[in-house]
Nanobody
């Protein structure tokens, strides 16, 4: 089993930066991909970024160029560096992990509890 715990969310102003972290425990060494989803009220759940075991990264168009996902294998932690934050980035951000990757991409089966990010002036 895999446990994911997010932290680092909070209230920031537009244009600010924020760095989220996700601590993975359990059988995390077997994961093929990790990522960040976000869910905002009234909006579709969105995979904002992912990183594979081979460190290949993918970003949603809405965050590309502003967000950066990274991982620290030694610490069993992944990060989401969020720059130039906009009000529309406001959402609950979930750390996700996949043990299986299909032709459609990682199948994220493990989810953290989420951390709230609010961007408001």
């Amino acid at each position: 089993q895999v446990q994911l715990v997010e932290s680092g969310g909070g209230l920031v102003q537009p244009g600010d930066s924020l760095k989220l972290s996700c601590d993975a425990s359990g059988n995390s060494f077997s994961l093929d991909a990790l990522g960040w989803y976000r869910q905002a009220p009234g909006k579709e759940r969105e995979l904002v970024a992912s990183i594979s075991f081979g460190r290949k990264t993918n970003y949603a168009d809405s965050v590309r160029g502003r967000f950066a996902i990274s991982k620290d294998i030694d610490k069993n932690t992944i990060y989401l560096q969020m720059n130039s934050l906009k009000p529309e980035d406001t959402a609950v951000y979930y750390c996700v992990a996949a043990a299986i990757v299909t032709t459609e991409g990682p199948q994220f089966a493990f989810w953290g509890q989420g951390t709230q990010v609010t961007v408001s002036s």
